[in-house]
């Protein structure tokens, strides 16, 4: 089992910028590509960026390319994503989430957090 819990969502005008945290705890962390969804009111869960174990290999879903960023530390059991240049239409409930190979694909990740409400006001 891998627990997973987000943090560092809130209230954020457009052009702003969130780093949000997901901390890990259970079964070893680094053997996890880390991923991060989102879901808007009435949308479908979708990719938002992935990570794997090392760090080296990253994968960006194209709406996000160039502002956001994600990275991992091992060492602290974290993944974290840095969003900035934030629009209205980023506004969602982030999840991380742990599966054990490359994917974009909700069904294919193991674990999940509870989510994290990130707003940004026009």
């Known amino acids: 089992q891998v627990q997973l819990v987000e943090s560092g969502g809130g209230l954020v005008q457009a052009g702003g910028s969130l780093r949000l945290s997901c901390a890990a705890s259970g079964r070893t962390f680094s053997n996890y590509w880390m991923g991060w969804f989102r879901q808007a009111p009435g949308k479908e869960r979708e990719f938002v960026a992935t990570i794997n174990w090392s760090g080296k290999i990253k994968g960006y879903a194209d709406f996000v390319k160039g502002r956001f960023t994600i990275s991992r530390d091992n060492a602290q059991n974290t993944v974290y994503l840095q969003m900035n240049s934030l629009k209205p239409e980023d506004t969602a409930v982030y999840y991380c989430?742990?599966?054990?190979?490359?994917?974009?694909?909700?069904?294919?990740?193991?674990?999940w957090g509870q989510g994290t409400q990130v707003t940004v006001s026009s």
């Open positions: 989430a742990a599966a054990p190979l490359n994917t974009r694909t909700p069904i294919e990740y193991d674990y």
